[in-house]
């Protein structure tokens, strides 16, 4: 069973950073790509980012381009979400999802997701 | 960016057939695929995907649930509606970056 469980969540004055991660078991964690995604409270889902499989490329909206790195570590089945420079509009839950394919390109199909972390940037 | 536009909200009967639309600014096709995909969020809940490449029934999805259409106009249909259905839809694009959503359909029984 494909299960991904994200971590690292919290409370976080602006300005300040947070590191998430998405430990994923169940599948052969090197051969997918994989995603964070987000949703503000109450409103919808905004993509944030991805990640090859083997972390060489990685994309952004321009939202949080410059701000949050997504890396991971195949040996670890662990995928991360950095996030520098936390605005209050960053506040949100926080998911990882995995590609729908084994393939070398993305397809943006995200097949199975985690149950999110809560982030909320506040003083 | 490609923006999606969804009704926001639906109201069917039990048993009868609800169809979500989704209309893109942009052509999602690329070389015979449609890349837009449904999902499904319940409350408190992450998302589902249900279809992906616009017809495309997820693993484990009941045969209720299907998907059509190509372009710029895409629809989600599910029937017949069963009381577990009530939830946001959102259709997403993977045509080109951003990746991007619909604001979501809230599906209500009558």
């Known amino acids: 069973e494909v299960q991904l469980v994200e971590t690292g969540g919290g409370l976080v004055q602006p300005g300040r950073s947070l590191k998430l991660s998405c430990v994923a078991s169940?599948?052969?964690?090197?051969?997918?790509?994989m995603y964070w995604i987000r949703q503000a409270p109450g409103k919808g889902l905004e993509w944030v980012s991805s990640?090859?499989?083997?972390?060489?490329?990685?994309y952004y909206p321009d939202s949080v381009k410059g701000r949050f790195t997504i890396s991971r570590d195949n040996a670890e089945n662990t995928v991360y979400l950095q996030m520098n420079s936390l605005r209050s509009e960053d506040t949100a839950t926080y998911y990882c999802?995995?590609?729908?394919?084994?393939?070398?390109?993305?397809?943006?199909?995200?097949?199975?997701w985690g149950q999110g972390a809560s982030v909320t940037v506040s003083s | 960016d490609i923006v999606l536009t969804q009704s926001p909200a639906l109201a069917v009967s039990l048993g009868q057939r609800a169809t979500i639309s989704c209309k893109t600014n942009?052509?999602?096709?690329?070389?015979?695929?449609?890349?837009m995909h449904w999902y499904q969020q319940k409350p408190g809940q992450q998302p589902k995907l249900l279809i992906y490449?616009?017809?495309n029934l997820a693993s484990g999805i009941p045969a209720r649930f299907s998907g059509r259409g190509s372009g710029t106009d895409f629809t989600l249909t599910i029937d017949p509606v069963e009381a577990d259905d009530t939830a946001t839809y959102y259709c997403?694009?993977?045509?080109?970056?951003?990746?991007?959503f619909g604001a979501g359909t809230k599906l209500e029984l009558k």
């Open positions: 999802a995995k590609d729908v394919g084994n393939f070398m390109y993305t397809t943006g199909v995200m097949d199975a």
């Open positions: 169940g599948f052969t964690f090197s051969s997918y790509w």
């Open positions: 990640i090859n499989t083997d972390g060489g490329s990685t």
């Open positions: 942009q052509n999602v096709d690329y070389y015979g695929n449609s890349y």
């Open positions: 490449l616009a017809s």
């Open positions: 997403q694009q993977s045509r080109n970056l951003p990746n991007t």
